[in-house]
């Protein structure tokens, strides 16, 4: 489990988190949603002990992350969204340089998930496409065989198909021994896959809920006009996509783009309805 507790961090004179607690548990494949500059990338640079922390705690297992011991390293993996490369080497090589510190190094499943994505992985990185290399990068973090998946922006510079099989890809690797944390902006690629979905703004945790808890508690209504008592409307071709309080316990389907600027635009209401 990856636990902050009370935990602050902060550039210079600029807060970025204040005294937040929030935690991660196997078997999930966590969103972890926000506008840019609230602080996404900088959560999980904590987490993997890239940050240290002002005040608080960060563990992953009971483990300091900051402290980087051995045992930390081998089990967790950060892919940030912009990674320098040597332009001369390939997936191939690059990722059995970086599989003699993973003990669960498959070149394996590196290649096998190669050719799901249809990437040369012989080809020099800097013969490729940047979204060839997000791929590439994608299935070298995979086969490292980590228990912690953190992925930055994934599915930045990815055209649609491969938006698609990242999201097949993904689903299918996570079990009750795994965590996975995607970190995005960009909500709508990361529909059907995420659960729970965790919501941060500057300073702030504003929703850490399952699917489940989310539409207990929030009604995602399609129809011909505009709710008044709407947390969030939103104009769709033949009406409207409603956000609304569930009074009355009827399930419904959720919309994550939906639910995004249901809590930026209710703040303190949506945080009440899920303390």
Do not use: W
Request: contains cysteine; proline residues 4%; glycine residues 6%.
């Amino acid at each position: 489990m990856i636990e902050l507790k009370n935990l602050s961090f902060s550039y210079k004179n600029t807060s970025v988190f204040d005294n937040i607690s929030l935690s991660f548990e196997k078997g999930n494949i966590y969103g972890l949603l926000g506008e840019n500059g609230v602080g996404k990338t900088t959560l999980l640079k904590l987490v993997s002990g890239l940050q240290r922390p002002q005040s608080g705690i960060c563990e992953v297992d009971g483990i300091e992350s900051f402290k980087r011991a051995p045992s930390f390293l081998e089990n967790i993996v950060f892919l940030p969204d912009e990674v320098r490369l040597p332009s001369d080497t390939t997936p191939a090589k690059y990722v059995d340089e970086c599989g003699v510190f993973y003990r669960n190094y498959s070149r394996q499943t590196f290649l096998e998930l190669m050719h799901e994505l249809d990437v040369d992985p012989d080809k020099r990185f800097r013969e490729m496409s940047y979204g060839q290399v997000k791929k590439s990068l994608f299935c070298c973090a995979l086969s490292l065989g980590t228990q912690y998946v953190l992925l930055d922006e994934p599915t930045n510079g990815l055209d649609i198909p491969s938006k698609s099989d990242f999201r097949r890809i993904l689903s299918k690797r996570v079990d009750e021994n795994s965590c996975i944390i995607v970190s995005t902006h960009q909500v709508k690629d990361v529909e059907n896959l995420i659960d729970p979905i965790v919501i941060i703004s500057k300073n702030d945790v504003l929703l850490n809920a399952s699917v489940d808890q989310i539409t207990s508690r929030l009604f995602f209504e399609y129809g011909a006009a505009k709710r008044d008592d709407a947390l969030y409307s939103e104009a769709l071709p033949g009406g409207y996509m409603n956000v609304l309080r569930n009074d009355t316990g009827d399930e419904s389907l959720i919309n994550i783009e939906g639910l995004f600027n249901a809590v930026l635009k209710n703040q303190r209401v949506i945080k009440a309805m899920f303390e």
